[in-house]
């Protein structure tokens, strides 16, 4: 009996190898399409609302919050929600949470009402994984949210803590200074509005040029869970940017005085950015090590990330997410 040659012998392993090899992406194709259905289909149902389902849709939270705080299942959900399939309705007044998906803090979905006096928003707030993402579906007033988040800026810089924060927008023509709030039922305010002079202007983008390529796309961390943090983003709308901005945790950076002592002489004593007195003030460095230096996209990881099973690469691709 004739042995197979050499040939025959490899061109049986390449096909037997192929075979397996498209069996298993086969699977995890499989595995990945079964886990991110829930996810999907969530999402379709929202991706299906028209201005006026929206609009309706916010007419309803405020009608049912005069009733103050409720958190319904089930049966108990009113019938003008079920059309969205919620898991979990909770009803406070000047926000409620419409689920869509829990699955404990591994994957969540769920449509946010915000209701203010000055407005009224309702944002799509999704995590798969990977990061948590918030998309704006309606608002009643957009021009307010426009008049508090203007584009054509040259730096932001934002400072907060676990109740509030404010930013330093420097735009072209003049220096906005903005409280953002955390607080259910209120909304960010305009706190100064200053013309920039050319001089001011010039120093600013100065002192931008001036910072080393060593802090852009870092974050600096003393390690608490609280405390103070401040970023510094170079986008034209302040959209976070992992590559350039600059982030702060309890933790402060010589490099940005110029940057910081700048600005806050332009809005004057009363609106300066309190950020590095803050720290110096704080005792949570003493006996610790150095805040660690992590690059922006492994430190947002970090942060927000859960570990994923090696098989699940779906949250990944971000044309799945909102």
Not at 32 to 53: C, K, Q, V, W
Not at 110 to 118: H, Q
Not at 161 to 187: A, F, N, P, Q
Not at 272 to 299: C, H, K, S, T, W
Request: hydrophobic share 40%; charged share 25%.
């Amino acid at each position: 009996m004739n042995r197979p040659s050499l040939f025959h012998w490899l061109t049986r392993w390449a096909i037997g190898s192929f075979a397996c090899v498209v069996l298993i992406a086969t699977g995890l194709a499989i595995a990945n399409a079964i886990d991110y259905a829930p996810y999907g289909l969530a999402l379709r149902r929202t991706n299906g609302m028209t201005h006026e389902d929206l609009e309706a849709l916010a007419a309803v939270c405020t009608r049912h919050e005069q009733h103050g705080h409720q958190r319904l299942f089930g049966d108990d959900i009113p019938a003008e929600f079920r059309g969205l399939k919620p898991v979990r309705v909770s009803i406070y007044p000047g926000s409620s949470d419409i689920s869509l998906l829990e699955k404990g803090d591994e994957r969540y979905i769920f449509i946010r009402v915000s209701t203010s006096k000055e407005n009224q928003e309702i944002d799509l707030i999704s995590y798969s994984g990977i990061k948590q993402e918030s998309h704006r579906l309606w608002e009643r007033h957009p021009e307010f949210t426009r008049r508090l988040n203007p584009a054509g800026r040259i730096v932001t810089i934002a400072q907060w803590d676990m109740r509030s924060g404010r930013e330093w927008i420097v735009l072209k023509d003049r220096l906005l200074v903005v409280d953002r709030h955390t607080t259910v039922g209120e909304s960010d305010q305009i706190a100064a509005n200053f013309p920039l002079k050319a001089e001011d202007r010039s120093a600013i983008e100065n002192a931008i040029v001036s910072l080393p390529t060593e802090v852009h796309g870092r974050a600096f961390d003393a390690g608490a869970m609280d405390g103070i943090s401040l970023r510094v983003s170079f986008s034209p709308d302040g959209t976070p940017n992992q590559s350039t901005d600059i982030v702060l945790a309890n933790s402060w950076r010589g490099e940005l005085s110029d940057l910081v002592e700048v600005i806050s002489k332009a809005v004057g004593k009363e609106c300066a950015i309190p950020f590095p007195g803050i720290v110096e003030r704080m005792d949570i460095q003493q006996g610790q090590p150095p805040p660690i230096n992590l690059p922006l996209p492994e430190y947002d990881r970090r942060r927000s990330g859960t570990r994923l099973p090696w098989w699940c690469w779906w949250p990944r691709l971000s044309l799945l997410h909102i």
